[in-house]
């Protein structure tokens, strides 16, 4: 895309170049009341969604209400112990004489089909209704081919439940109108799921078959199935199963459960509660995803103080749902909650997804989740979280090519965010694209399938979406106006001019802008950018572009530091650049001082100093042909990587107050080594052939030539190795809070640039994929559009 240039447009010479006053008066009128008025937008958005952190709302669902509704009366057998629970299947049947969620923007004719059968089951328990169960029998009839579809997405237990529901309908005279061959292809396929669960005889496959009670029929085991009540006297927190077993016994428990329910929904009831929790978790995991968590941080904190709170207390909310915990475990433990994997990796078994027990879209959905968590390693004694990590891979990789064309959409949703997290590692990933991502492939409508679909307005809501449309086509309207602005200051410190240095103002600035993004952080921005286009000329200028005498000059000078330019530069090129050096530190000292209140140019200086010296023994070391020892080389690689003068500076423009005993801390330095090192591992990795060519040494052939590794391959794969354990190191380090004197904020800057640097070299020695170049198209300068 173009970018504006005061040539761009031939302006009349009959034209005023200055419009008149009340044009310009009505211009300005214009542009506020625009702005006043996106603003408006979005400040009413952020209210509407700040409601939703306070009540957690539920669809209700026809299948669930129909069992609770087939429970008889403890007192009378022959009478429903919830009768309004009949009265709202009577009520609410739709159009088309089928039961479910009504409005959807596409049918789940699996789903829909055992939601009808159920409460046609029980309405004809009661003998009421007759009506209505013609017209639902007429739907089954019509759509009963759908059962056998493999490529309709199946409710959890489908292929036991709706044939158990079959067998109960015939135990109660209902004539079905279905083929008979077509019905014992069903009832076979009953058949083969129970004695593939039951030859397994695992913890797994147990519980499995008791959370389907209801189709099981009087197959079931009612004593082994009453050891799965919880706390609250349900069975799973599943309506259905709970009236499954109240149907064969009485249980106070479950009684009480149902009654509560009742109470709190009127006469419907939905497929899954209490999930309060989950619910919570989901809304900070999509405002987080899609980069308007910002706008949400007490409401966050609040939400995640009380899940570390139940994580503690080992609440069966979280740890009875594998769902539930994995992203329980992922969000609390990268917003910095001290939380241990070994909760989460105790009730993920692998064998339960490598067998696939039910072979539905939860399986897939919680595998995605397990593997996401595993990703957040930062300990070197989770083995057990990497084993998680690499199941999880395989089990993923295996269901996304398997995965059919003819999907629906709802398999079509989980699978697009299976084929991006496999495709996208989250330390390899920069914010702003992944926001931007989600946001295109957000569904607003998107549902949640168990033994049937619900949907709920925290889990799943337009309002997100607007919102986060607006923000980042805000954010982005300023980033354009910055880079501009970085444009111009490359012409006016003339680095334009320097023939020998690679010219990549967007690219600078595109790192900054997709991590930091947030309208209030130009500053910040703006010094990293800055600082990213000077590195990239003083390594050129050490690289190709300066003789010894030049560098050394050049290091003279900002040891000096208030010098006359024009007669203490031995050359043009030596002035141009230490005068845009000059500039920017003092600029960034400015603004730094209006924030922290002491002076900080001189370490801004200093951390530059230390970059030019290392940059200068590497030049001294190609001129005398001088091999170091590998960790010589990497003692001084990290720093001439030239992160440093990037990172370090922008820390004082992010917001929180550093004092000069929190800079002088150790921390700061292990945080800027363990990024560096990150960075300067993976530049290596992709520059040794070309380097090699030209007759320079990097960490890939010091490793060959110091260690015991022969080839290339060995040696790649070590640093790999190595650039990990750093990478979880400086994440830990992130995330710790225990003796930790920097602030968060400040520390996110080293995980940020840690994932920019995985990110510029997944494939090329930076600057050079065409991916990056159309991820910075996205993320500065196309506005996000939705239908």
């Known amino acids: ?13 009959h034209k005023p170049l200055v419009p008149s006053c009340s ?3 009505e211009s300005g009128f214009k542009r506020s009341a625009r702005v006043n008025s996106d603003v408006l937008v979005i400040e009413e958005s952020k209210e509407r969604i700040r409601r939703l952190f306070r009540k957690v709302e539920l669809s209700v669902s026809a ?28 009520e609410n049947q739709l159009k088309d004489g089928s039961w479910g969620l009504p409005q959807q923007s596409v049918r789940l004719l699996k789903d829909d089909l055992s939601s009808t059968l159920a409460c046609v089951l029980a309405l004809k328990r009661w003998d009421v209704g007759e009506e209505h169960i013609n017209k639902g029998l007429r739907f089954l009839k019509s759509n009963f081919a759908s059962v056998t579809d493999n490529n309709q997405s199946s409710p959890i237990g489908f292929d036991i439940i709706f044939p158990g529901m079959l067998e109960y309908a015939n135990d109660l005279g209902l004539k079905l109108p279905v083929e008979q061959t077509l019905l014992n292809t069903v009832l076979n396929k009953k058949a083969q799921e129970i004695k593939r669960c039951s030859e397994r005889n695992s913890p797994e496959s147990e519980a499995y078959l008791a959370y389907l009670s209801e189709g099981m029929g009087n197959l079931q085991n009612w004593d082994m199935v009453i050891k799965y009540q919880r706390k609250n006297g349900s069975l799973f927190n599943s309506p259905s199963t709970t009236a499954a077993y109240l149907n064969h016994i009485q249980n106070t428990g479950c009684l009480n459960y149902l009654s509560h329910l009742l109470e709190k929904f009127g006469n419907a009831v939905p497929t899954v509660y209490p999930i309060d929790i989950y619910a919570h978790l989901c809304m900070v995991d999509t405002l987080e995803r899609l ?15 009380e899940a570390y709170s139940c994580w503690l207390q080992d609440d069966e909310e979280i740890f009875m749902d594998v769902d539930t915990c994995a992203l329980a475990f992922r969000i609390l433990r990268m917003n910095g909650y001290n939380v241990l ?45 990497e084993k998680q990590n690499s199941w999880s891979n395989r089990f993923l990789e295996h269901k996304l090519s398997n995965g059919s064309v003819h999907l629906d959409r709802c398999a079509r949703i989980i699978f697009q965010e299976v084929h991006d997290a496999l495709k996208f590692p989250f330390h390899s990933n920069l914010e702003r694209m992944v926001n931007r991502r989600n ?31 607006e923000d980042f086509n805000v954010c982005q309207s300023i980033q354009q106006k910055e880079l501009k602005l970085l444009e111009s200051w490359v012409i006016e410190s003339s680095l334009d001019k320097l023939k020998f240095a690679r010219q990549k103002t967007a690219y600078c600035y595109f790192s900054a802008a997709a991590t930091l993004f947030s309208p209030e952080l130009s500053d910040a921005r703006m010094a990293w950018a800055k600082n990213g286009i000077l590195t990239t000329v003083v390594d050129d200028f050490f690289d190709v572009g300066g003789s010894i005498e030049e560098l050394l000059n050049l290091i003279q000078l900002v040891e000096k530091w208030d010098v006359n330019e024009e007669t203490e530069c031995c050359s043009e090129h030596v002035r141009i650049i230490f005068s845009a050096l000059h500039h920017t530190i003092c600029e960034i000292g400015e603004s730094a001082f209006k924030r922290q209140a002491w002076h900080v140019t001189t370490h801004i200086i200093e951390i530059w100093l230390e970059l030019l010296n290392s940059m200068l023994k590497e030049a001294e070391w190609t001129r005398d042909s001088y091999v170091p020892k590998l960790d010589e080389y990497m003692s001084n690689g990290f720093i001439s990587f030239a992160l440093g003068p990037i990172v370090l500076p922008t820390v004082y423009l992010i917001g929180p107050e550093l004092s000069e005993n929190v800079v002088q801390n150790g921390e700061l330095r292990s945080l800027f080594k363990l990024m560096s090192t990150c960075g300067r591992l993976l530049n290596d990795i992709q520059s040794f052939k070309r380097e090699s060519k030209e007759g320079k040494l990097n960490a890939v052939s010091l490793y060959m030539i110091h260690t015991d590794a022969t080839t290339e391959e060995d040696a790649i794969n070590e640093i790999k190795c190595a650039i990990e354990i750093n990478r979880r190191e400086l994440l830990q380090l992130v995330l710790q809070e225990k003796d930790s004197v920097v602030p968060r904020a400040c520390k996110d800057l080293f995980w940020k640039m840690c994932r920019v640097v995985h990110q510029f070299y997944i494939k090329d020695d930076g600057f050079t994929s065409e991916d990056m170049f159309g991820a910075v198209k996205d993320i500065l300068y196309k506005p996000i559009t939705r239908v």
């Open 1 to 13: 895309m173009s970018v504006f240039h005061p040539n761009s447009y031939i302006l009349s010479r």
């Open 439 to 469: 946001i295109e492939q957000y569904e607003a409508d998107s549902i949640k399938i168990l033994k049937t679909s619900y949907s709920s307005p925290n889990i799943s809501n337009a309002e997100y979406v607007r919102l986060a449309v």
């Open 291 to 305: 980069g308007i968590d910002r706008h949400f941080k007490q409401e966050i904190r609040s939400v995640l103080d």
């Open 23 to 25: 044009a310009s008066l």
């Open 341 to 385: 994997s070994d909760k989460l990796t105790r009730i993920a078994k692998e064998e339960c997804y490598l067998n696939s027990l039910g072979e539905n879209l939860k399986d897939t959905n919680e595998a995605l989740q397990l593997y996401r968590a595993s990703e957040a390693i930062i300990y070197s004694n989770e083995s057990a979280l």
């Open 63 to 90: 299948y669930d209400t129909a069992w609770v509704a087939m429970v008889p009366s403890p007192h009378y057998s022959h009478a429903p112990c919830f009768s309004g629970c009949v009265d709202w299947i009577l």
